[in-house]
Structure formats: structure tokens, C-alpha cells
């Protein structure tokens, strides 16, 4: 697949580098372009030069920025997001106020709104960076919780995420993107009380097959 990666931090290139060794064909952005050159060389993926170049040739864009900068970012892009899948990594965090993180609409439906034709799916928010670039857990691969309205578009970033080694579960529908938000802020939060080396991830126990 040709991905775009808006954002070349701890997770754009976490999710980079495991996705060019899955053989895909790998676009990263930044603010500053000369971030997003430091990430194609530590990667093996492309630079461009702004977020526009990233995503014009892409089927996938990932959104790897802090949420604050999610919504102008898509809102910028608008029409070029259209048709295309959009995954949403980001998570919002306030330790000292979780409730508020919490209440309302998740980033992600709010940034299906900004561009109803784009097909956006919460994926990957639930693991840590630390684990993105080599996703195994226990000996097992690391689950990934996929939610957004678009069945295909689920599909397809199940395919791209099994490729890159994750464990993909289809949760549905874009509101099941704010349990798996939630799902994240707890996570952080364990990190945080219990001094956790942040290398934890949600797995789901039990027989997943059919009755
Ligand atoms: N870290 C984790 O373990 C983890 C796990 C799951 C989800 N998440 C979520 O994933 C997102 C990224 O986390 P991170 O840890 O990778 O953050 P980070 O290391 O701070 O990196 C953020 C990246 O976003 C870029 N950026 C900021 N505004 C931008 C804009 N307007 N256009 C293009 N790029 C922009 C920054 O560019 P510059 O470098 O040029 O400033 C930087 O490369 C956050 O929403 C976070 O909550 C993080």
C-alpha cells in the first residue's frame, strides 16, 4: 500500500520503519520538513516537503501528530482526504483531569465531521510507541482494536496492520473510537501511577473464532 504518515515523532516512526520492512511503499510528513527527512533516513521511507505532497498519492494517511494539531491539519487538507482512508492515532491526555478526556465525542468523530468523505479509523491509539516498531507481546502479536463507519476501510487497515505484524479486531462503528480513546488513557495512566516502562498493551483474552 502507499501510506502517508502525518507526523515523524516517536510513533510516525515507530509505525514507518515497520511499515517499509512490511514492504509498503512509505511517505512521512512533519511540521518541520527537516524532521520528516530525519525520519525517511532512519526509516527508509520518503520525506515530503509538507503534508499535502505526503498524502497526494497515498490510499492510507496516518495521523501521528498530537490531537491539538489533528483537527487544522485535516481541516487543511480537506478535499485531498476525500475517498481516501484516514487512520487516527492520536490521543488526548490530561493525567490530572482524565474525566475530561473522557466526555464528549472522540478526536475521531470529530474529525469525521471536518471531512464526512474521507473513511477514518481509530487504530494503533492503544499501543505505545515503544511497541509499534516490533509489536509482539508475550510471543504473541500485539492487538490492534480498529473502529470507524466504513467496513472497507476497516479492512483495509486490517490488512495493512496484520502485514505489519499486529493482531487487527474490528470493533465496529466510529463510536466504538471512544472506548478505544479511553482504552489508551488508561493505559497511560497505569504508566504514569505505577511507574510502568510503558511497553504494556490491551490484549484480548480467550477464543476469538466462530461458534
Ligand atoms: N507516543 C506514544 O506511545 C503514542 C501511542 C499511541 C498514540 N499516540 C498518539 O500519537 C500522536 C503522536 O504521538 P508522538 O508520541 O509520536 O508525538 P511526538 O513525538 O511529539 O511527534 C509529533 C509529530 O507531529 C508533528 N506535527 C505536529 N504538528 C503537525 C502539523 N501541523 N503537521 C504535520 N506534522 C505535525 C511533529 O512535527 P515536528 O517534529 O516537525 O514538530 C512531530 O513529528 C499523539 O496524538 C499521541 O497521543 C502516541
Known amino acids: 500500500m502507499k501510506l502517508a504518515i502525518i507526523g ?6 515507530a509505525l514507518a520503519g515497520n511499515a517499509v520492512r512490511a514492504g509498503h511503499a512509505v511517505t512521512v510528513a ?7 527527512q530525519a525520519a525517511a533516513q532512519a526509516s527508509g ?12 498519492a497515498a490510499d492510507v494517511v496516518i495521523l501521528a501528530m498530537p490531537s491539538a494539531a489533528a483537527s487544522s491539519v485535516v481541516s487543511e487538507l480537506g478535499s485531498a482526504l476525500e475517498g481516501k482512508v484516514v487512520v487516527d492515532v492520536t490521543n ?3 493525567s490530572a483531569d482524565p474525566g475530561s478526556m473522557l466526555d464528549g465525542d472522540s478526536v475521531t468523530e470529530q474529525l469525521q465531521v471536518l471531512v464526512p468523505r474521507a473513511k477514518f479509523v481509530k487504530a494503533f491509539n492503544t499501543i505505545f510507541a515503544s511497541v509499534m516498531a516490533n509489536p509482539t507481546g508475550d510471543g504473541q ?4 482494536f480498529l473502529a470507524g463507519d466504513d467496513a472497507e476501510a476497516r479492512a483495509t487497515v486490517a490488512e495493512l ?3 505489519m505484524g499486529f493482531r487487527p479486531i474490528d470493533a465496529g462503528g466510529l463510536p466504538i473510537a471512544r472506548v478505544l480513546e479511553g482504552m489508551a488513557l488508561l493505559n497511560i495512566l497505569l504508566q504514569i501511577s505505577n511507574r510502568w516502562p510503558w511497553q504494556s498493551s490491551w490484549k484480548l483474552a480467550g477464543p476469538t473464532g466462530g461458534v
Open 45 to 56: 521511507a520518503q520525506a515530503a516537503g509538507s503534508n499535502a505532497e505526503a498524502v497526494g
Open 161 to 163: 496492520a496484520k502485514s
Open 92 to 94: 488526548r491526555v490530561n
Open 8 to 13: 515523524s515523532g516517536n510513533v510516525g516512526k
Open 141 to 144: 502479536p500485539v492487538d490492534t
Open 30 to 36: 512533519a511540521s518541520h520538513p527537516e524532521n520528516a
